[in-house]
């Protein structure tokens, strides 16, 4: 951000106090006197495993033909929670059985921070709307093999096979 989005003013760097503590520099405005933190966007993904963590749901996208992880951006209102079970009833319509914070990234490209959860479902029958061009269920193996390399998808997909016991996945 380099101007002021109340009167257009150029931005300065200035340090700013919070009870003391520095924030950091911050964007600021001389004429409004006031700082304008920067916004990010914010995105929850799901690594979704079937109920007995043998296989792990991949879907393709955008006609781009990598196997990537179900995820979507977080609406004004909703918790990150209820945008995670909204988007994998809407891309893949697998309801939720339970979820688990895995891990967060900040993503530059898209300028989101991205909330990635492990989800179980109940169910594997898939129906994938438009959004969605190709889903299906592999192996953990197979899973390790296909998922977009050197991605957010397998970073978040391989940090989530650390949280479990080792015997869950073989």
Same mark, same amino acid.
């Given at each position: 951000m380099k101007y002021c989005p109340e009167c257009s003013e150029k931005l300065i760097l200035k340090e700013s106090?919070?009870?003391?503590?520095?924030?950091?520099?911050?964007?600021?405005?001389?004429?409004?006197?006031?700082?304008?933190?920067?916004?990010?966007?914010?995105?929850?993904?799901?690594?979704?495993?079937?109920?007995d963590y043998s296989k792990t749901l991949l879907i393709q996208q955008y006609g781009r033909g990598v196997n990537i992880?179900?995820?979507?951006?977080?609406? /004004?209102?909703?918790? $990150?929670?209820?945008? %995670?079970?909204? +988007?994998?009833?809407?891309?893949?319509n697998l309801d939720v059985s339970t979820y688990h914070f895995n891990a967060s990234k900040y993503f530059g490209k898209s300028n989101s921070l991205i909330c990635n959860f492990i989800v179980?479902?109940?169910n594997e029958e898939i129906k994938c709307n438009p959004e969605v061009d190709f889903a299906k269920w592999y192996s953990?193996?197979?899973? /390790?093999?296909?998922? $977009?390399k050197?991605? %957010?998808?397998? +970073?978040?997909?391989?940090?989530?096979?650390?949280?479990?016991?080792?015997?869950?996945f073989n």
């Open positions: 106090f919070n009870c003391g503590i520095s924030d950091g520099f911050v964007p600021y405005c001389t004429k409004c006197s006031k700082f304008h933190f920067p916004m990010f966007n914010v995105a929850a993904s799901s690594v979704i495993y079937n109920k992880l179900v995820a979507g951006y977080v609406n /004004k209102g909703e918790t $990150l929670e209820d945008a %995670l079970i909204r +988007e994998i009833k809407e891309e893949v179980t479902t109940n953990i193996e197979e899973a /390790k093999n296909v998922v $977009l050197n991605s %957010l998808a397998e +970073e978040f997909f391989l940090k989530s096979l650390s949280k479990f016991p080792q015997k869950v």
